[in-house]
C-alpha cells in the first residue's frame, strides 16, 4: 500500500535515482585543488623557526623549580567597614599582622573621606571578620599569609562582657536599654 513517502519518491522522476542527494562531483577546493589553476599548488614558504625549543633553554630541572616557588611580595586586600557602602582596598605585605590591616583600612577609609565618619579613631576599637555573618573575629597577631582569605569585615568592637551573680550581662548597658535606643533612632 503506497504512503505518502513512496508517492513523493515514485514522482522523482527529474532526479537521478542513482546518486540521489549526492554530489557528481566533489569540491576541487576542498580537496586541494584549485579551481582556478590546473598546474601544481605553489609551495607557501614555512617560516624559519627553532626545532626544539627546550635545546635553546637551559635544561630543565624539577626538584629546583618545587623549591623555588615565587614569593607573594604584596597582598590586595578588601576589608568593608561597617556601615559603608563598598570596601576599602588596601595594599599590606604577607609579614603583617592583622592590627596592622585594622589600622591601614581605618587609615585609608579616613583618607578617601567615606561616609558615615568613624566614630572612634583608634584601631584597636575595631574587630575583623572575615564577613558581616562570622562571629568570630581573627586574632589581632595572626599574620595575614595565614588567614587564607583577602576579603574582610570591619566592625566595631563589642564592649567586654561582665558576669554578674544572676549571669552574664553587658557592661554598661542592659538589653532592654539597648532596645529602646533601637526604637528611638531606627538603628541597632
Known sequence: ???SKTQRRGQET??????????AEKASSFHG??????????????????PDIRS?????????????????????LN???????????????????????????TRQYVKEGRRPALTV????????????FSLQSLGREEELISLGS???FLCLRK????????????SGSSCSKEAVKATKTGFS
Request: glycine letters at 8%.
Open 56 to 76: 635553546a633553554t637551559i635544561p630543565f630541572q624539577a626538584s629546583s623549580v618545587l623549591e623555588e616557588r615565587p614569593r607573594l611580595t604584596k597582598l590586595l
Open 79 to 105: 576589608v568593608t567597614i561597617q556601615g559603608s557602602m563598598g570596601p576599602v582596598q588596601v595594599i599590606m605585605t604577607p609579614e603583617s599582622k592583622v592590627i596592622d590591616l585594622i589600622a591601614a583600612a
Open 121 to 132: 579613631a583608634d584601631p584597636s576599637g575595631y574587630d575583623l571578620h572575615y564577613s558581616q
Open 1 to 3: 500500500m503506497p504512503n
Open 33 to 50: 585543488r584549485n579551481p582556478m589553476v590546473t598546474g601544481e599548488p605553489k609551495q607557501l614558504r614555512r617560516p624559519k623557526t627553532v
Open 150 to 152: 583577602r576579603n574582610f
Open 14 to 23: 527529474g532526479k537521478d535515482q542513482i546518486g540521489r542527494g549526492r554530489l
Open 159 to 170: 564592649p567586654p562582657v561582665a558576669e554578674t551573680d544572676g549571669g552574664v550581662t553587658m
